[in-house]
């Protein structure tokens, strides 16, 4: 969807992956 791609920020992913992750591997 162009619109949802227009709204699409890259940084605010990032930062949300990279809490994911920090998560998942704090966990193990």
Same mark, same amino acid.
């Given at each position: 969807?162009?619109? +949802? /791609?227009?709204?699409?920020?890259? /940084? &605010? #992913?990032?930062? &949300?992956?990279? /809490?994911? #992750? #920090?998560? /998942?591997? +704090? &966990?193990?």
């Amino acid at each position: 969807e162009v619109v +949802r /791609s227009n709204n699409f920020d890259p /940084s &605010k #992913l990032s930062g &949300k992956w990279y /809490s994911i #992750l #920090l998560a /998942s591997d +704090r &966990k193990e």
